[in-house]
């Protein structure tokens, strides 16, 4: 598809945890995309999981920001590099203590500290 289409014109939205997910290099994901990230989808990769997956395909589950397995910092300072307009927090109903405030504060603690 890269190769395919108008990098003027046709933009991607990443998400690293399915890079991940899938046994790919997320920053070979990124280096693909470079020039062609208007947007970031972000979130954490862990083991919360205490019951099936809510597919097959995934072997860990989505963790609040700076809680997982992911190289957040350096995913995010690449990303930002690129000139992403926005990053979209995706956020998964395993929250810590069922809220999704928590989850969201936890989360929000990251995004203070590594997006500027």
Request: aromatic share 8%; glycine share 6%; charged share 25%.
């Given at each position: ?14 998400d ?82 069922n ?15 590594y997006?500027?």
């Open positions: 598809m890269l190769e395919e289409s108008d990098a003027s014109s046709l933009f991607f939205e990443p690293p945890y399915w890079a991940v997910e899938a046994g790919a290099d997320p920053f070979a994901f990124l280096e693909k995309l470079k020039g062609r990230m208007k947007l970031y989808h972000i979130n954490d990769r862990g083991t919360k999981l205490k019951k099936a997956p809510m597919t097959p395909l995934l072997t860990s589950d989505s963790m609040e920001l700076g809680d997982g397995n992911l190289p957040l910092p350096k995913l995010v300072s690449l990303a930002l590099q690129e000139g992403v307009r926005a990053i979209v927090l995706e956020s998964h109903r395993n929250w810590p203590q809220s999704p405030l928590k989850s969201m504060e936890r989360s929000a603690a990251f995004m203070n500290e997006v500027r």
